[in-house]
């Protein structure tokens, strides 16, 4: 099949708004995709002479045709939380989450979520998540049975917590090993789906379980892992009284084993210069979760000094549902943009869709398959239209540069932008 339409995809992060070398624009070009594959990319002139003759062409002009939007970090089994009205992390957890991540215990519930986790993925543009799922096994079952059923790109991890939460959402050293073990082993590499290692973080997690965390590490060292690190300022003083022998809250991971290329560490918004170099030296990647750091008012990540020091350290970027309060990467920029305009900081428009779709697979090191649209790679992309609302379409009519178009998405654009979302090279988003 030839997909017709603009098309861009980032070669590298772009330094400055001029930076036009850091990305590929065709205002006619196309995607020649079969098997799930995007097989050639360019312009249509030069793409439609490698097609067989009489193949089947899908026009999306005027409209934006961009790789698939990547989410690094978000709960399914938050579906229903978003918008619980709580002070902070701490009371947000204990009133609402935990009581709702406890119904996970029952298949019926977890399938009929992850049933609607994925149609919003589509609905939103996102065509690759990287999710927690809840400590029960069910959860993961669900999760991943879905995401098998819809062919997507998908990384999730069963959640380790052995203490500081209900009963219900308790797992064992013993058990969490065993049943992360379990499912690696039913999930990993089936179809297109990812096993993360997935300690919820060093609050819920005893050391008996960071020590068994630390022997998944070693023995599935391909794998992701990922939990959160310095949310709030309660957080990571509880976390130092639970861990005296750490030096700081990076330190407990640290001392386990469990930083690395591979690790993805949600917020890291109250670093101290000693953690953002052991971030760098070990490779690690801080998560940004703007719309959550905002809701629950942890404060505002440095995404921009991050990228600057003398030890750069990686950065992506993600939603966080149920703390973040949109599905949306184009509302989630927009709040990036603004938590970087309050530090005096600047966000240009390419950075942004370049930590939405390139930089994010970076982060995943998963860019050899999706965040582009380079040959060879997965047939993941969307379809924006920067005219889809009529206050959209009315300020459309005075933008006249790539870099304004996107900007307006961005700023304006939910998932009523997407128009059309493709996964393994298929259709998905109409006929939801
Ligand atoms: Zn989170």
Redo the contacts with the bound molecule.
């Keep these: 099949m030839l997909i017709r339409g603009r098309t861009l995809s980032f070669l590298r992060k772009p330094e400055s708004l001029d930076d036009h070398a850091a990305y590929a624009y065709e205002s006619d070009g196309a995607l020649l995709i079969a098997e799930g594959l995007i097989l050639a990319s360019g312009a249509y002139e030069t793409v439609k002479a490698q097609a067989p003759e009489g193949i089947a062409e899908i026009d999306h002009r005027p409209h934006l045709i961009l790789p698939g939007f990547i989410d690094t970090?978000?709960?399914f089994p938050q579906m229903q939380v978003i918008g619980s009205y709580a002070a902070n992390l701490l009371e947000w957890l204990n009133t609402y989450t935990f009581p709702e991540e406890c119904r996970f215990v029952e298949s019926a519930h977890a399938q009929r979520i992850a049933t609607h986790f994925f149609d919003e993925m589509i609905r939103h543009g996102t065509t690759t998540a990287v999710a927690?799922c809840s400590v029960h096994k069910s959860s993961v079952d669900a999760f991943f049975a879905e995401a098998l059923r819809r062919d997507m790109r998908m990384i999730a991890g069963k959640v380790m917590m052995d203490r500081n939460a209900p009963q219900g959402l308790l797992d064992t050293p013993e058990m969490g090993y065993d049943e992360t073990r379990a499912v690696i082993e039913e999930w990993h590499g089936k179809g297109r789906n990812h096993v993360a290692i997935t300690p919820r973080f060093a609050i819920t997690s005893t050391p008996e379980q960071m020590r068994a965390t630390q022997t998944l590490i070693q023995e599935f060292p391909d794998l992701h892992v990922q939990t959160?690190l310095s949310e709030n300022r309660d957080e990571i003083d509880f976390t130092c009284s639970l861990y005296p022998e750490a030096q700081d809250y990076t330190d407990v991971y640290a001392r386990y084993g469990m930083l690395g290329p591979k690790t993805l560490l949600?917020?890291c918004i109250h670093l101290s210069e000693r953690e953002m170099d052991v971030m760098s030296d070990t490779g690690s990647v801080a998560v940004h979760?703007p719309t959550?750091n905002l809701f629950l008012g942890s404060g505002l990540f440095p995404l921009k000094k991050l990228g600057r020091r003398a030890k750069p350290v990686r950065v992506s970027v993600a939603t966080?549902i149920g703390?973040g309060s949109s599905y949306s990467m184009l509302r989630t920029l927009d709040e990036a943009y603004k938590i970087q305009q309050l530090q005096g900081e600047r966000l240009n428009p390419f950075e942004s869709y370049h930590l939405m779709t390139r930089g994010n697979a970076e982060a995943l090191s998963l860019a050899d398959r999706i965040g582009t649209l380079e040959p060879g790679t997965d047939a993941d992309f969307v379809v924006l239209d920067m005219a889809a609302t009529p206050a959209m379409a009315l300020k459309a009519e005075v933008v006249n540069s790539l870099a304004d178009e996107l900007f307006l998405l961005q700023t304006m654009g939910d998932d009523r932008a997407i128009t059309e979302t493709y996964v393994a090279g298929k259709a998905v988003k109409t006929g939801l």
């Design positions: 970090h978000l709960h927690y959160h949600g917020h979760c959550s966080d703390g």
